[in-house]
């Protein structure tokens, strides 16, 4: 079947300006993770939804990021007035439930000039 | 909460050498456990995970692991790299199911293979 699928695959923006990612799950799978991965650095953790529970949104660096999820499908991660520090590889993973294996996406590389 | 260290942050290989990565975690209750390796310009492919059961874990490309709960351990062997194996190759923990739900990913090893 088919896998993760994150859109758009590069984004580059200019700084202040909102951005939206994309995250299609592997469909039945309950569990949506978002990453952020800097340049020759490991996966930082930002937010994890779980079925219809309240998301955990500890890891999000600041306000200025958020993120959707319906039911158990899609999911947006916005960060508003994007700034340099935000230049990375944004990635998404599912898994059928929490504790299972995590099947990521190719991720979104965001460029903010 | 649950924690990754990995030990090198990048380690060095000769081919047909024996490769070691090595992984630490801190739990407060029984894990899973994961290795994950990223290939220059990949995502990320899950490489072994160890639930319950056999403590030795067999993974794709020769990789295997061994939980050693009283180390606290999940270190990464294969008895001969190929030049293939270059990557990043994380570690992973996270809690097993009704306990709670994040991953918690270690910072990450690169593994270079020498010719």
């Known amino acids: 079947g088919a896998g993760v699928s994150q859109s758009p695959s590069n984004k580059v923006t200019e700084k202040g300006k909102d951005v939206e990612l994309r995250c299609d799950p592997i469909?039945?799978?309950?569990?949506l993770y978002w990453y952020r991965q800097r340049l020759g650095q490991g996966l930082e953790f930002l937010i994890y939804f779980q079925g219809n529970s309240a998301p955990d949104k500890s890891g999000l660096p600041s306000d200025r990021f958020s993120a959707e999820r319906t039911g158990e499908s899609v999911s947006t991660l916005t960060i508003q007035r994007t700034q340099q520090e935000d230049s990375a590889v944004y990635l998404c993973?599912?898994?059928?439930?929490?504790?299972?294996?995590?099947?990521f996406g190719p991720g979104t590389r965001l460029t903010v000039l | 909460a649950q924690s990754v260290t990995q030990l090198g942050s990048h380690v060095s290989v000769s081919e047909g050498a024996l490769v070691l990565l090595r992984c630490n975690y801190s739990?407060?209750?029984?894990?899973?456990l994961f290795w994950y390796v990223q290939y220059p310009n990949q995502g990320l492919q899950l490489l072994l995970k160890?639930?319950?059961?056999?403590?030795l874990v067999k993974g794709i490309n020769g990789f295997e692991a061994e939980f050693k709960k009283s180390e606290t351990s999940f270190h990464l062997t294969k008895p001969s790299a190929h030049m293939s194996d270059a990557a990043e190759y994380f570690c992973a923990v996270t809690l097993r199911r009704g306990y709670g739900q994040n991953f918690v990913f270690g910072p990450g090893t690169r593994l270079s293979v020498l010719p």
């Open positions: 469909s039945g799978h309950t569990a």
């Open positions: 160890y639930t319950t059961g056999a403590t």
């Open positions: 739990s407060s209750v029984p894990p899973y």
């Open positions: 993973a599912s898994s059928l439930t929490s504790g299972d294996t995590q099947y």
